[in-house]
């Protein structure tokens, strides 16, 4: 892929001209010159300031996920998405719950989302922000060069790991009352005792450690930081101070100097530094943009939809589902299965996941050989007919059953294709429903759903959601909300300003009254209280 992308170099964006008022007489000469249009120097500057005037102003959001990176080109006057660029990942995955990434791979696809978005047009990039898949773990050693393949959010085998931090910290609850969250196998915290217990000799050339977000920012700029937001998901981090909390890492090793080993806490909404001239070369852009702190892309795609207040929740329906909602105060749930996250503004961002659910719906549709209107078609035929599945194909998260798997229950002859479809995505939206349930003992009292991610793109599914959540949904006009949420942040912090521009509602779905989801609500909670119970 990088052979590929590096034969594909268009146009370098130009900075604006910079007029210093106490030029040398030199170079009010030569604009003496231009304004007479006299000479070849005048000439040239007369159409370097014609392409500067055509120039649009926009800023550029990142969005570093799991399957792609994505990249928008945001106008901050209008807060319209002018252009888009993508390019995919490669990802390691294994029978026994290993999901890695090289972090190359993640810099090569950054060059070519930013090359396939500016696409050799002429943008005046006025920041950068940088929005990543969290939990994962990026290892570097003394240059700075990674040391393994970082483990990702969706990596299941550090179970064991998570129980032996747990213990040693004294349990559930104190592990809550210390950091907000429980230690999940998701987490970078049991990431890294797993490392240090299977690959001791990577761990020992592990100098410094970081969250995907955070190395893009460090090839970008040359600083290593991170912010509250991306932090709160490492599960060593104290959510209600915003700081690293010493208990868990003395637990995780007691020997690191973990002041050094992890990166300083920037303030949310600040400039961390400017792009270098060597990453600027290597993207085609100009070298000295300003770059934001950034953040996780929960976080900022909550920025992308105006969640920066009380009142809605989201929904993302994306490779896993999550659901949202901001706090003005630390919100934790009691029995640890709503992540008490910080978000990337300085408040509070409560939030459960779950590990199946386009990668569930995908997993169906690749089966039957289906192209999306027919399993739109199929989910929009009725319901399941008394078919139930339980979606965990890659285990789950929300709730913790790290090790289950997925469970079709009430097959009989009669079900064909189309039932087993929509018996997956009921599957899928019941156990979002269930964790916007855990944000709701967090303290989270939702009055709408705001549904995004790209399964949010059915008209069939995001009925199926406002059904089974019983609240209206609204399915924003927006493009790629986690890479617009950075662009945003990035114009807040450059500006220092927070202009009120909220996405246009293409699409607004009521609840429906349905029998049919009441009787298959009553058989998903059987079967999760029987996986819990490792009866299936």
């Known amino acids: 892929m990088g052979d590929v992308l590096r034969r594909r170099r268009p146009s370098r964006a130009v900075a604006p001209l910079r007029r210093d008022p106490r030029a040398s007489g030199r170079f009010q000469r030569s604009h003496r010159r231009l304004d007479l249009r006299q000479g070849c120097v005048g000439r040239r500057a007369a159409l370097l300031r014609w392409a500067l005037a055509e120039m649009q102003r926009a800023f550029l959001g990142v969005d570093c996920g799991t399957q792609s ?135 020992a050339r592990t100098v410094r450690m970081c969250l995907p977000h955070d190395y893009l920012n460090l090839w970008l700029t040359g600083e290593f930081l991170t912010e509250a937001g991306d932090a709160s998901g490492t599960a060593y981090f104290d959510v209600r101070a915003r700081r690293w909390c010493e208990a868990v890492l003395a637990a995780i090793d007691a020997t690191r100097d973990w002041t050094r080993a992890l990166p300083r806490l920037a303030p949310p909404l600040s400039v961390v530094g400017m792009l270098r001239r060597e990453a600027a070369e290597s993207l085609g852009l100009e070298a000295g943009i300003p770059v934001s702190a ?61 590990l199946n659910c386009t990668s569930a719906t995908e997993w169906v549709r690749e089966l039957f050989a289906m192209d999306h209107a027919e399993v739109d078609a199929a989910m929009a035929s009725g319901g399941a007919a008394g078919l139930a599945f339980l979606p965990y194909l890659s285990g789950e998260r929300t709730p913790n059953r790290p090790e289950a798997a997925g469970v079709f229950v009430g097959v009989r002859p009669s079900h064909g294709r189309d039932a087993i479809v929509r018996a997956v995505v009921e599957g899928v939206t019941f156990g979002l429903a269930y964790a916007l349930d855990a944000l709701r003992r967090a303290g989270v009292a939702p009055t709408e759903v705001t549904l995004i991610g790209g399964g949010s793109a059915s008209d069939a599914w995001a009925q199926l959601c406002a059904d089974v959540f019983d609240l209206p949904v609204a399915r924003p006009a927006i493009v790629e909300a986690a890479a617009s949420g950075a662009a945003r942040q990035a114009q807040w912090a450059v500006e220092q300003t927070r202009p009120s521009l909220a996405p246009v509602t293409s699409r607004r779905f009521e609840p429906r009254p349905r029998r049919d989801l009441r009787e298959a609500a009553d058989r998903m909670a059987a079967l999760r209280e029987m996986a819990g119970a490792n009866r299936l």
């Not at 040391?147 to 990596?155: E, G, Q, T």
């Open 69 to 203: 990176t994505k990249v928008v080109l945001r106008d901050p006057a209008t807060a319209a998405v002018i252009a888009v660029g993508r390019a995919p990942h490669e990802l390691i995955e294994r029978d026994d719950g290993t999901r890695e990434q090289d972090p190359a791979w993640w810099i090569d696809a950054l060059r070519g989302a930013v090359r396939d978005a500016v696409r050799g047009e002429r943008f005046d990039i006025g920041g950068i922000g940088v929005a990543g898949q969290q939990h994962g773990l990026v290892c570097l050693d003394r240059g700075d060069r990674p040391v393994r393949a970082a483990k990702l959010w969706n990596d299941t085998t550090t179970a064991r790991e998570c129980a032996d931090l747990t213990r040693k910290l004294g349990g559930d609850r104190r592990v809550l009352e210390l950091t907000g969250n429980l230690l999940l196998p998701g987490y970078t915290a049991p990431k890294i005792a797993w490392l240090a217990s299977h690959e001791p000799e990577a761990y």
């Open 294 to 354: 950034g953040g996780g892309d929960n976080m900022c795609a909550a920025i992308g939809c105006d969640l920066v207040v009380e009142g809605p929740a989201a929904v993302s329906l994306g490779t896993s589902g999550t659901v949202f909602a901001y706090r003005a105060e630390p919100a934790v749930d009691p029995l640890g299965e709503a992540a008490a996250f910080c978000d990337s503004t300085g408040g509070w961002l409560p939030l459960a996941a779950t």
